[in-house]
């Protein structure tokens, strides 16, 4: 019988290497996106950190136990890679599991109950992920380096698969809850309707697809680790590192994606930059190049005033430009923090006497 399911294993870590490697040059663009984003090299914001981490290390995880399961090795160097390999397993877990926690936080506005929430039920996932790594026994069978649960709880492979299942179906249930209360609070079919299609619910809740895949991927793995047969126990454990990174580097990029295309769905990054903007309408170079629908820049930087939304003729003494001043993306930590309507009024409420998102401009051509 374990000659029949050997061929699963090899099957699922070629799958996993090739997947994971397919995508990884698929999002090379975003990467470089969200990378020019930065107004800062040496001080990126906390969601390309998390970005490059859960890239790079889920890379390091996947190539590293591709290679000690099809190359050749001696016990004792099987004994000196197994720790590593874990190592790059444990962080991947714990990034993957910070992903889900500030992308929650930010759906619930912010919600220091539901942080603290989140914060508790991330220790236990925390201490069996690296407790894995600090008790696992090598293994070799021709040539292929794998490792066995220990001997205490903390060194079962089901228990670490079991908790980060567990955090991801509470960060998913959550904010299924919160989407749930929003559709409850909308009265009538047409303020339902209008509130499934709005902006603001597809961005709040976008990503939770990802939520989805991590779970599944976690729930797979449980039910292989579970198994007596050890080559079939390990079956699925590579597989499911290219998953949880893709699924991490996803929910990342595809927001990224979406703030970049719709700028409305972004609060302004903070009050400086707001009252820069707010100064800044009263600097255009030259007006009339919004009669041809083109931007045009201000002296402050990073200002950029948005396209004309309306333009009509006064009773020829001059021509009157409605201009709407779009937010664009200074941060990418917004993606993360705070892209709900609630806490985007909250920013709104707090800068309003320094920012105002619609100015008309008023002036007489020569």
Known sequence: MSEAVVPLQTYLRIVAASVFFYDFLVTVPSEIRLLRRQHNALRPSHACILFMLARYVGMAAVISATVIYFHGWTFSKCAQLIPIVGAFRAVLSTVTNFVLLWRTWAIW???????IMLLIIMIPTTIFSYGFLFDQSPTTKN??????????VFGQKWTFALANMCFDIVAFVVCSIRLIRNIKAEKGISGLSAYLLSEQVVFNVFGIFY?????IGHALNVSFLLSKDPARSNSFLTFNVALTSIASQRIITSLSERVTLNPSTHGSRNRSASRSRSRATSKVRNPFRFVAGMRDNVQQPDVELGRARSLHRGNGNGIAIDVHQETHIAQDDELLYGVSSEYKSKREQESSRDVQTTSTVHFTPE
């Open 109 to 115: 506005a912010r919600n220091r109950k539901i942080l």
């Open 143 to 152: 040539g292929s380096c794998t490792a066995v649960s220990g001997h205490t």
């Open 211 to 215: 939520f989805v895949i991590v779970m």
